[in-house]
């Protein structure tokens, strides 16, 4: 099994920035890609933005130019750096893992963290 930990969110005003971070724990492989997706206004999860293991990264075109993904492999960690938020970034952004085994494709989610961009 794999454990995600979610830090980072809150209330910021437009304009600003924040710094989203997951850890993960447990049965984790070294090839992987962990990122981040939020919610949409039907509750349904839209990617944001994630990162392979060897670094290869995809944005959702909203964020792109302003949010910037990152990883530290040694500690099983993914960042999201926010910045020039907007209010319709506002909602709830949850941490994914997602691995092979077996030929299998396995996902595993964080819990979610609230970002609130609201003057």
């Known amino acids: 099994q794999v454990q995600l930990a979610e830090s980072g969110g809150g209330l910021v005003q437009p304009g600003g920035s924040l710094r989203l971070s997951c850890a993960a724990s447990?049965?984790?492989?070294?090839?992987?890609?962990m990122g981040w997706f939020r919610q949409g206004p039907e509750k349904q999860r839209e990617l944001v933005a994630v990162?392979?293991?060897?670094?290869?990264?995809n944005y959702a075109d909203s964020v792109k130019g302003r949010f910037t993904i990152s990883r530290d492999n040694a500690k099983n960690t993914v960042y999201l750096q926010m910045n020039s938020l907007k209010p319709e970034d506002t909602t709830v952004y949850v941490c994914?893992?997602?691995?092979?085994?077996?030929?299998?494709?396995?996902?595993?989610w964080g819990q979610g963290t609230q970002v609130t961009v609201s003057s």
């Open positions: 990162i392979s293991s060897s670094g290869i990264t």
């Open positions: 994914n893992l997602a691995q092979v085994r077996g030929g299998i494709p396995y996902h595993y």
């Open positions: 447990g049965s984790i492989f070294s090839i992987n890609t």
